[in-house]
């Protein structure tokens, strides 16, 4: 669940910076220190009193028996106000005390937050840019307020969720299971024409595992479960749209943030914003594919801590690809992005001679400019998900200009 809303679909956007704090960030520039100091009386006394002597505002400090002798502790602490000369004077008098520094994170003021363990992804559960009461005056559900207090209700779930916790169970409405429904009869129909092998070939385990029928829309925990044993991905529910710094940051952990709203019943083959349809009948299939996990998650990891331009060009590549990326196989071009595999009409349109095709290449796709509101005039086909991960692993693409 990522992107910026708009019209007909959605867009990855590039994070133009946070409009509050992560959990434990703050205004000054972290750095992270390791040490380690024998077990004797009065070591951390002594250690402590140099950042005391060199101004230094230790925010946090953790301690574990080292690994590597009995005898040590390791001590992993937070400071801020810590970089450049400073840093160096500092570390120089540290060796006289402790043995095994390391400089986990010298931020130069260049380096944004990011999560460096899973239950990290909990920092931005609540940082969604708009959800529930705030859908904006053109979305078909805008003066339903039995629709926004829907949404809300999802929104409550995903905000009171934790890693590690099993995402609650959803009883979706006669009018919520209808109109997936529609959405689930349309596509299906033209999946064994238009959507790539791997999408196909997962389908039928999804039918017989998770409950993909019409009737049922199905359960998160169920899909995520199916996921994890297939490659390791978990779904997580989230209340609304995400930074694209924050949605890529969970591929990186293999952890995709998926809505459990379903779109207004009004417009069943139309959303303004990602939606269960999209999540489940989209994304889900293709996080089954060990080649396709991979590739995902690398775009993630290769977006933490980036700068922003950076994260803007791989949330284009991103776009092109995951979302709406095209794909040769056996000689014919066939669909594999979320967006194209949950929309019926662009599912349709995409594999027609109306809109231009390139090979997919990284250093190109990752700064083409594309329309919010319409469908992609340009498309990008890959020879295969392993090349494309190879393509994407070239450290030249998202620096050069």
Known sequence: ????????????????????????????????????????????????????????????????????????????????????????????????????????????????WFPRKISDLDKFADRVLSYGAELDSDHPGFTDQVYRARRKEFADIA?????????????????????????????????????????????????????????????????????KECTGFTLRPVAGLL???????????????????????????????????????GHVPLFADPDFAQFSQEIGLASLGAPDEWVEKLATLYWFTVEFGLCRQEGEVKAYGAGLLSSFGELQYCLTDEPKKYPLEPEKTSVQKYPITQYQPVYFIADSFLSARNKVRKPCFITKE
């Not at 992270?32 to 002597?53: I, P, Q, Y």
């Not at 943030?257 to 009948?281: A, F, G, N």
């Open 1 to 112: 669940m990522h992107a910026v809303r708009r019209k007909r679909t959605y867009e990855i956007e590039p994070d133009h910076g946070p409009a509050k704090k992560h959990e434990g960030e703050s205004e000054k520039k972290a750095t992270t220190v390791v040490f380690s100091l024998n077990e004797e009386v009065g070591a951390l006394a002594r250690a402590l009193k140099l950042f005391e002597d060199h101004h230094v505002n230790m925010t946090h400090i953790e301690s574990r028996p080292s690994k590597a002798c009995k005898t040590r502790y390791d001590f992993f602490a937070d400071c801020e106000g810590l970089h450049g000369a400073s840093l160096n004077h500092f570390v120089d008098a540290l060796k006289k005390r402790a043995v095994n520094i390391t400089v986990l994170s010298d931020d130069k003021g260049s380096v944004p």
């Open 243 to 281: 930074s694209s710094r924050d949605f890529l940051a969970g591929l990186a952990f293999r952890v995709f943030h998926s809505t459990q709203y379903i779109r207004h019943p009004t417009k069943p083959m139309y959303t303004p914003e990602p939606d269960v349809v999209h999540e489940l009948i």
């Open 159 to 227: 905000f009171k969720h934790k890693h590690g916790e099993i995402i609650p169970q959803v009883t979706y409405t006669d009018i919520e299971i209808a109109t997936w429904d529609k959405v689930f009869t349309e596509l299906t129909k033209l999946y064994p024409t238009h959507a790539c092998r791997e999408h196909n070939f997962v389908w039928p385990l999804l039918v017989q595992n998770c409950g993909y029928r019409l009737g049922n829309i199905p359960q998160l925990q169920d899909v995520s479960m199916f996921l």
